[in-house]
């Protein structure tokens, strides 16, 4: 089983849609959750930090199930800029394994006009 | 404005030569990381380091090295390039005790 597993899709959507991303982490004891996009031929920047009372940033929500060890992130009226590729990233480490983290394939997303 | 910046951005070499990828960072930060990033695969963690002097090994450290010898820059090297080698390149930096990473630009390694 892959650690940090992501549909790698693609998604196309028209503008305007709600879409939305899954991943799942195997570890447990896994500490830092982050969502990334990254452009094509780009480096990866970071898009949000996802957090267990989950959280939002305009039109972005992540959302974290330590339980079901799941992480979610829901994009509302999609634009055209928003096709990328999204990456979930999470830390599976603990206490000063800072740093450590582990990247899932990525899951593509395409909005069209 | 602080950054992280990498070179070169293309390279092009032949099997069996030495390759030194560099990586510079202007936010003082201790941490520094090396990834390759593959089709199919992500990002895999090469190598890294929580300050000057510090290197770990990372998932894929095999045939790669760094050494730290200041806090902005984190040479990867690369012993006697493969084939095998041929991938996209990323460096990021973070603060001490943080996750949350920046990263530079990439470098395209093509071993013939």
């Known amino acids: 089983r892959k650690e940090v597993e992501q549909d790698p899709g693609p998604f196309n959507v028209p503008e305007g849609a709600t879409v939305a991303f899954n991943c799942t982490y195997s570890?447990?004891?896994?500490?830092?959750f982050f969502w990334y996009r990254q452009d094509c031929r780009k480096e990866p920047k970071l898009l949000m930090s996802?957090?267990?009372s989950g959280n939002e940033d305009g039109r972005f929500t992540a959302q974290l199930n330590r339980a079901s060890q799941y992480i979610s992130l829901l994009i509302r009226d999609s634009k055209l800029s928003d096709s990328a590729t999204y990456l979930c990233?999470?830390?599976?480490?603990?206490?000063?394994?800072?740093?450590?983290?582990?990247f899932g394939q990525g899951t593509i997303l395409t909005v069209h006009p | 404005d602080a950054e992280i910046t990498q070179s070169p951005r293309h390279k092009i070499t032949e099997t069996g030569r030495q390759v030194t990828l560099a990586c510079h960072q202007t936010?003082?930060?201790?941490?520094m990381f090396w990834y390759r990033q593959d089709l199919g695969h992500g990002l895999r963690l090469i190598h890294y380091s929580y300050g000057v002097q510090d290197t770990n090994k990372g998932e894929v450290s095999d045939g790669y090295s760094v050494s730290r010898s200041n806090t902005e820059d984190l040479p990867l090297t690369l012993e006697s390039a493969a084939s095998s080698q041929t991938s996209v390149y990323f460096c990021?930096?973070?603060?001490?005790?943080?996750?949350?990473?920046?990263f530079g630009p990439g470098t395209r390694l093509t071993v013939l």
């Open positions: 990021a930096s973070s603060e001490r005790t943080s996750d949350t990473q920046y």
């Open positions: 990233v999470v830390n599976q480490g603990g206490g000063t394994s800072y740093g450590k983290l582990t």
């Open positions: 936010w003082n930060h201790n941490n």
């Open positions: 570890n447990s004891a896994s500490q830092s």
């Open positions: 996802v957090y267990s």
